[in-house]
């Protein structure tokens, strides 16, 4: 049926998320990582904002299966033939997005086109508005638009529900069967914890974060259905389909770049602050060079270079999914090159906190070589600092890539992004009456991820705070006065 | 000073009365103060004492209002001068706090503002609760200065307090809690991180600021010496209560509560002289989310029956003014009380091998100087010399404590003999074997033969490392195994239990956290251990611990230790030999009672008589020492101690003093020694 495609960015973002996996693993084998990430877990805000970005990651992982249909048969031929475009499996599950094209803008919700048309009606010539090819065909009475909408949200809401009960029923049960608690009992500890005397893990944020989200997907999926629910863009493709896609971007982006930034940062910094003089000199005046470079026109060099390369070298791509992942990697690699230099002042300057404390200076008296007092004594404990430079510089790239997609030296025209849909508004806003809903979902999607993720990077931060307080419950502070 | 022991009738100045003070802490609730009730009159010192963990500082807070952010007043009433604090107002409150009350706290380095002079941070206070503004406040700023006695005040004023030494920060401290003129002053471990010198004087100085402004005085503090030199009226703590009230005649010369002898017991006195074992308190503090039953000391107490752990004592009387909570003193139950003196600390047979006259460690003419580096070239301007031409020898067996204020050099001679830092000048030889020639992998082989215990137990273990693997790691390193077995015996003969390897250091005390550091130095089996201090971050009853366990290692197996201190108390206990050293040098060095006995030199008998002793008599100084430690980037000429000494000569500011002694009494540095 289909022959699947490994693009590098799949490859490398798949493997990510199995050295997620395995850190996850490491991480309740680690007393003191089991417990920070447990503090994590407490937290309302953050367990809801990791369910908003779970919802991102799994639209962004769904994007990165990739694979090329097969052509039907053709007459007499056994040969068999691919499709020459790639898709991926949320491209096949929204097919009716992809597929169903306006001709030009359409408003979100919209029966008709945004742009009058000279048509033909009953031999006449008239300019009004035409109806759209599949926005709202399927009504017989445009007025009707309204109480078809309101059906359609009601059972979209009313199906996502369903499943969500059927979710956290399961989850709920599973719960049940791992505590060894009846059913009722975990259903009630879970909705209403004993915070009392215990911190548990935050379930009811993520139960109702999770009913959210059923709700709003239920709803928007029942309006996709006949709708264009964000409106088409200016060759009528549908802007929903679009946001979508650019969550992979968005994705990738923020996590590739830490491929890059991660090893050079660690490593020097931890070079620097450990072996100090002449090392330190050296590393300290490469980040301060690079530092004095506007980034901005490094990354425009460098992306452009590659421009080049890819252009003159079209026998190394088959498709173009190939050709526009490769500016993706390339682009990743140069924001990864241009932004280590802030964790590697980071760790430089911990590094030299730690070498100076007494268990460095125990294991030195023992003759521990460098190399490993710095594996075994120095990098463990810079670890969270690591983590949370992650989280945190985790929204700084998505943004980024929207500025230098913006200014076309990001990503690939032919892929979609947060930043390229930016751009194309860009001419939009200028119209009048103004087309807004391309910047608006843009904007609206890139919001949510963006947020989520600094709430939960702040939640990370302090979870990993040595100087970490409780706040006291304020129920009790209550009770005693 | 003298301990006036005057009953008065007046009303008492603070009245607390069932106080409770809690911690939300994530292993449930902490109840830090559990029904505290005491008074403070006014010129008089009431002096907390307790271990660590006892809620001393969290009864200061709870008085100021000053909690963290997880904690809050549960219940009771704190009066001051007969007005309710608990149910003011933040804004009331903030009236009240330093202008009624004031508080010093223990760290002067971090309690003064590093980004405002002295002036303004006095000038905050009188401004706020004198209204003084201007020329008016800068007049009452100096003279608060004068009083604290800061030399050469009117220039001080608008200096930074990055230019005031450790004792200056703490007397601007204290200028800045008079500033407001209050009626009570909270002192929280206010002398904790001086050195006895600079400890010695503040002391005298809030003794005399509250003779003459008849303050009341709420001194918190875990030292007995503190104690007996200041406080009028003593409260023992113990796991958020109070379980003895006593004044200061009556508690030093019968303490009570059988947790007050112990905390006498255990404490290192030359007194007893031995070279035994000193009495310890077994387990340590039970943790305070615990919901008592019984007495909180049943599981320590040698005296704890049945009763104890099924009733919670009440207060007994115990002689006149003293109060206790312990069943011992219950009327029903003096058949008990009796005959329980405290069991004497058990002496060992004298721990001194007779040494062979091998040394293991002969340490000549060693210095350390650090470059001072100026400028974009970062040329070298200066030098610092920490240790400026140190000679000393170890034999084994033998313990050597090398003794000094703060910033003498200790510990730079301790890891330049091990090698931690290079040596600028010196040799140091290990068994005849120059360490400081040695090739990197020579160095390695020989690291076996000498180790280090640090003094901070908690920054010594990496906290990310199990203990298995902690005391592993040196064996590893050195070739030597550092399978589970040699681990668990490890463990085993430093205390601890051998299935405790599988843990992290943060789940031990810091009593158990320095026996896993001494059996990280002993897995290599050392001849000899630099000791940094082990045991001045530790509570009396865990210092008493460790230093048992010390000597016992020494007597099992022979080890010599380097004991870098500068608690005289653990010297006269532990040490053979002394050597004491200022500013980079040697100034005596000898055996222990001729030092300790007999010093000869000016600075030794300063050091000496500057030490607070837990015991009634201890008020007599004979002599107190003036002024810093000078920087030892710009020692002073000649004698390193002359700017200081009340003997210096003409001589002392030119000639450099020889260290030397004859006729076999100890060597001193000093021209006109005794």
Known sequence: MFRPVFLWSDILLWAMVAGCIALAVYCRRQDYLRR??????????????????????????????????????????????????????????????????????????????????????DGVQTRDYPRLKWGGAHLEEVAGRDSDLARRAASGAFYGLL?????????????????????????????????????????????????VLCVIGGVTAAWAAGYHVFGTDKVGQDVLYLSLKSVRTALLIGTLTTLVTLPLAVALGLIAGFRGGWWDDAIQYLYTVLNSIPGVLLIAAMVLMMQVIIDTHPEWFETAAERADARLLALCFIL???????????????????????????????????????????????????????????????????????????????????????????????????????????????????LAANLFADAVRDAFDPRFQWRARRILKKVAA | MSGPDVRHVVEPLLDVRGLIAELDTPAGIARAVDG?????????????????????????????????????????????????????????????????????????????????????????????????????????????????????????????????????KQRAMIAMALAGEPRLLIADEPTTALDVTIQAQVLDLLARLQRERGMAVLLITHDLGV???????????????????APRAAFFTRPAHPYSKLLFDALPDAARHGRGELATIPGSVPPLTTAFTGCRLADRCPQAWSRCRDEAPAWHEAGEAQRVRCHLYDPAETARAAPTATAPSTVVADGRIEAGQARLLSVRDLKVHFPIRRGVLQRVVGHVRAVDGVSLDIRPGRTLALVGESGCGKTTVGKAILRLIEPTGGTVSLDGQDVGSLSRSALRSLRARMQMVFQ??????????????????????????????????????????????????????????????????????????VCDEPTSALDVSVQAQILNLLGRLQRDMGLAYLFITHNIAVVEHLAHDVAVMYLGRIVEIGSVDQVLGAPRHPYTKALLSAVPRADLDAATLPQKLTGDLPSPADPPSGCHFHPRCPRAQARCRTDVPVLEGHDGRQAVACWFAD
């Open chain 1, 36 to 121: 920070a990430w447990r503090r994590v877990g407490e937290s309302g805000v953050a367990m809801a904002s990791a369910t908003i970005l779970a919802a991102f990651v799994s639209v962004g992982l769904l994007d990165s299966l990739h694979y090329q249909p097969r052509l039907p048969a053709q007459e007499g031929s056994s040969e068999v033939q691919y499709a020459p475009e790639v898709l991926s499996a949320l491209d096949a599950l929204v097919a009716d997005l992809r597929l169903n094209k306006e001709k030009t803008y359409s408003a979100p919700l919209a029966t008709h086109a945004f742009a009058k048309e000279t048509m033909e009606r």
């Open chain 1, 163 to 211: 499943l969500w009960a059927v979710v956290v029923g399961v989850a709920v049960g599973w719960m049940a069967l791992a505590r060894g608690a009846p059913y009722g009992a975990t259903c009630r500890t879970v909705w209403r914890p004993d915070t009392a005397t215990t911190r548990p893990i935050a379930w009811r944020a993520v139960f109702v974060t999770l009913a």
């Open chain 1, 336 to 450: 990864g090159l241009t932004s280590w230099t802030g964790l590697c002042r980071l760790l430089r300057a911990e590094t030299l906190k730690l070498r100076e404390l007494d268990y460095v200076q125990a294991a030195r008296a023992f003759g521990v070589g460098d190399a490993r007092i710095m594996a075994r004594h120095i990098l463990p404990n810079l670890m969270h600092i690591v983590l949370i430079a992650l989280v945190m510089d985790f929204s700084g790239l998505v943004l980024s890539e929207a500025v230098l997609s913006y200014i076309g030296i990001g990503v690939d025209s032919s892929m979609n992004s947060f930043g390229t849909m930016i751009n194309a508004a860009r001419l939009e806003l200028s119209r009048e009456p103004v087309v807004w809903w391309s910047l608006a979902a843009a904007f609206v999607l890139m919001l949510a991820l963006v």
């Open chain 2, 36 to 168: 505290l009730d005491f008074e403070v009159r006014a010129g008089e010192t009431m002096a907390l004492l307790g271990e660590s963990g006892c809620g001393k500082s969290m009864t200061a807070g709870a008085l100021m209002r000053l909690l963290p952010d997880v904690g809050y007043i549960a219940g009771g009433s704190v009066k001051l001068a007969g007005r309710e604090l608990t149910t003011l107002t933040e804004a009331q409150m903030r009236e009240s706090r330093g202008s009624d009350m004031a508080m010093i706290f223990q760290e002067p380095a971090t309690s003064l503002n590093p980004v405002l002079t002295v002036l303004q941070q006095i000038g905050e206070v009188l401004a706020t609760h004198r209204g003084l503004r201007g020329a008016p406040a800068r007049a009452r700023a100096l003279e608060l200065l004068n009083a604290v006695g800061i030399p050469d005040a009117a220039r001080r004023l608008d200096e930074y307090p990055f230019q005031f030494s450790g004792g200056m």
């Open chain 2, 227 to 245: 104690v007996a030199r200041m406080a009028h009226q003593i409260g023992v703590m113990y796991a958020g209560q109070l379980i003895e009230q």
């Open chain 2, 456 to 529: 901070d137990p908690y920054g010594s273990l990496n906290p990310r490392m199990r203990v298995g693997e902690i005391i592993g790691e040196g064996m590893g390193a050195l070739q030597q195994g550092g399978d589970g077995m040699a681990v668990a015996r490890l463990l085993e003969q430093v205390g601890l239990r051998a299935d405790m390897a599988d843990r992290y250091p943060h789940e031990f005390s810091g009593g158990q956290r320095q026996r896993i550091a001494i059996a990280r130095s002993l897995a290599v089996q050392p001849a000899l251990i």
